[in-house]
């Protein structure tokens, strides 16, 4: 931990992206040309090339598998002889291209077998074993080169335990897997590596992740941090306030809580602590914001995605559950900054240090063509996420096209130099996206081993298992759940860390909760886990993007990841308000009027909660307050506990909104009488 804090945040992002190894310009041309070869494959998959979907997921896995060996070494810090001949950092070792070269092969294994495979489906030769087994074993330590250990070793002793099975005690034996199966099923099927979560990362997330960046090289990041500054920073706490606004608007395409907070911390955490927020709160305030950016529909990340593969649900039916519970989570951290602001009486900025918002939104109006062209064709036209996002892309080339000819012609440097200025942004934004492309992919090809394992029969007994700790108690399997996605997420990415869980907890979720009279919708199971995914990356003692924000603030990573912790607990609590009140998730809530009356109880909820936990309404709360202000609270977010406590029939339970506004009243009565007394505002 203590070399963790002493990294800067450039560093650590650095690490998750893989660019830690300095190349010899042969090394970074043959880089750039597989990044751009791959990036220009993925675009033509949904315009001209007409493949069947394994060997599309196969292609996919290679590339990443070359990506992943070439660019980064066995060793992040080699000590000695043997690692630093094992692991140089300043070239590309030869053991490193031929793990490269095996990567390819045995990723299209499928591909160039089809024919041999298909007849011996269920019954592999020892070319198909050894084959299949190399690439495990591949897949696996490139996972752990690219996004750490903890997925590598999950899904290594989820293979063992399919060998082992049988000498587990209790209620953990299970019948064990011979080798030939356990190949089948993980590394010549559907059901395992090439399953559906690496699917749905060549055919969809591929697509968005170009698309973010390419934003993020054409400029748009830093015009939403300095549109959301012009635009509030002359309001109290202003700097918190563009923070959460700025990183809300890149959550939504970089997927990455530790590449918004660098991008955008980098450049508010500096200005919160100059208006007055000690640099703990403004480190915590840029995580909490940049962790929950994964949440804002449209995109929300890869995961949901996956969400939509898993639950069998649209892309859209997914945005319409998420929208409430991720908009209500960020307008509530909205005013906890406020309330921190109030509380260390922080004021605006001085209009004279703001950037000039009229000439700010004219200089980077057209970033927003391309996002709201996203929104209009999954909103409006229900294009798939898969066209939606390549007509984007195309939408976006088009948009990089007039910017660079716009900056040509203002600085008159003529036709040609927009047209190359145009071509380096298009291919950096094509190489970038791929190299950003190839964690996701390594994550869902390894998460792919783990649920393959749990589908050759270990689902039901896993039940079982989880059954026994909650002793039928949907409150105690909820828990169990969030503090299981907490701790794995700790050492995986968003992704990698929903797929797992999902695979294991959401349909137990469903299961053990209707086995005792709990009907739960399988999106609000799948949501629950993907919410504490994701809330995972500022949890201490491991939150990386903790780490990364108290670098840039000069903070304590751990005091930092626990006071973003403590902003995110109104996030926290969201998800276990729409497992027992599906309105929240709109589920079979279809009018616009109805859905808005839903979003503003909801939004009082998340606020209220927000004044509870921050000891701060109106004024400073009192001790007698808080139970007051909690109980607003749940009746705000679940009306349906008090007909559920008294009986009554459920159809009465939004009357049960009055009574969280009586509540309520209490409470703004006796802080006004606070506060005309003396009280601080």
């Known amino acids: 931990m203590a070399e963790l804090h002493k990294k800067s945040a450039e560093d650590i992002l650095k690490e998750e992206t893989g660019e830690i190894r300095s190349f010899k310009q042969y090394e970074k041309i043959l880089i750039n040309v597989v990044a751009l070869t791959w990036a220009i494959f993925q675009m033509l998959l949904p315009s001209f090339l007409m493949l069947n979907s394994t060997w599309v997921r ?40 031929l793990f490269a070269i095996a990567g390819i092969v045995t990723a299209t294994y499928l591909i160039w077998d089809w024919q041999g495979l298909m007849f011996r489906a269920g019954l592999p030769n020892t070319r198909d074993v050894v084959l299949g087994i190399v690439l495990v074993i591949l897949l696996l330590e490139a996972t752990r080169r690219s996004i750490g250990t903890p997925l590598s070793i999950i899904a290594l002793l989820f293979s063992l335990y399919a060998f082992f099975a049988e000498s587990m005690p209790g209620v953990f034996a299970f019948k064990n897997v011979t080798l030939e199966k356990y190949v089948s099923q993980i590394s010549l099927s ?79 955490i500096p200005l919160m602590k100059k208006v007055g927020y000690p640099a703990k709160k403004a480190a915590a305030i840029e995580v909490a914001a940049s962790t929950n950016g994964q949440l804002m529909p449209p995109i929300m990340g890869a995961a949901a995605f996956i969400i939509a593969e898993y639950t069998g649900l649209t892309y859209i039916q997914i945005i319409k559950a998420a929208a409430i519970p991720a908009f209500s989570a960020y307008v509530a951290l909205f005013y906890i900054t406020h309330l921190e ?12 240090d703001l950037p000039d918002f009229k000439k700010t939104f004219m200089s980077g109006f057209h970033y927003f063509i391309p996002i709201g062209w996203l929104i209009y064709e999954l909103v409006i036209l229900r294009h798939s996420p898969q066209l939606a996002a390549y007509n984007t892309v195309l939408i976006l ?47 869902t090809a390894s998460a792919g081993i783990i649920v393959g394992v749990v589908s050759l029969g270990l689902g039901g007994m896993i039940t079982q298992i989880v059954d026994v700790l909650a002793q039928g108690n949907i409150y105690l399997l909820l828990i169990i759940t969030a503090v299981a996605s907490l701790l794995l ?17 959401a349909p137990i979720i469903v299961t053990v909760g209707s086995n005792y009279g709990f ?17 995972a990356d500022d949890t201490p003692p491991v939150g990386l993007a903790a780490y ?21 607990i109104r996030t926290a609590i969201i998800p276990f308000m729409f497992v027992f009140n599906y309105d929240i998730i709109l589920h079979k809530i279809n009018t616009w009027p109805f859905a808005l009356f839903i979003f503003a109880m909801t939004l009082m909820g998340s606020l209220i909660f927000s004044s509870a936990v921050q000891g701060w309404f109106l004024t400073k709360n009192k001790i007698y307050e808080l139970p007051l202000l909690l109980a607003s609270s749940l009746l705000f977010f679940r009306p349906g506990i008090a007909t559920d406590i008294f009986n009554f029939n459920d159809e009465l339970k939004y009357y049960f909104y009055g009574l969280a506004f009586a509540i309520l009243l209490i409470v703004v009565v006796s802080q006004r009488i606070r506060i005309r007394l003396g009280a601080p505002t």
Do not use: W
């Not at 000819?405 to 071509?423: E, V």
């Open 341 to 352: 602001a109030c509380k260390l009486g922080i004021k605006g900025m001085n209009k004279e």
């Open 58 to 97: 196969c292609i996919h896995l290679a590339f990443a598998l070359a990506m992943a060996y070439l660019m980064l070494p066995m060793f992040k810090y080699p000590k000695n002889r043997i690692t630093k001949f094992l692991a140089p950092i300043n070239n590309i070792s030869f053991l490193d291209y």
């Open 548 to 568: 990364a924000a108290s670098a840039i603030a000069d903070s304590p990573p751990i005091a930092t990841g626990v006071q973003g912790f403590l902003y995110d």
């Open 489 to 505: 997420g700790m050492g995986l990415p968003t992704t990698a860390n929903y797929i797992v869980m999902a695979s294991l907890t």
């Open 190 to 268: 559907t059901e395992g590596i090439f399953g559906i979560p690496i699917g749905v990362s060549a055919n969809i997330v591929f697509l968005f992740v170009l698309m973010g960046a390419m934003l993020d090289r054409a400029g748009a990041g830093q015009f939403f941090i300095d549109l959301a500054v012009s635009m509030l920073g002359r309001f109290r706490g202003g700097p918190a306030k563009a923070s959460v606004v700025a990183s809300g608007m890149s959550g939504m395409v970089s997927g990455s809580s530790i590449a918004n907070v660098v991008t955008t911390g980098t450049f508010t």
């Open 397 to 443: 080339i088009i948009v990089i096209l007039y910017q660079e000819f716009r900056k040509a012609i203002s600085s008159k440097s003529g036709f040609a130099a927009g047209i190359k200025n145009s071509l380096y942004l298009i291919g950096s934004g094509f190489i970038t996206g791929s190299k950003n492309m190839v964690g996701v992919a390594l994550a």
């Open 519 to 535: 009907e739960i919708p399988l999106v609000a199971a799948h949501l629950f886990v993907f919410f504490f995914g994701i809330l």
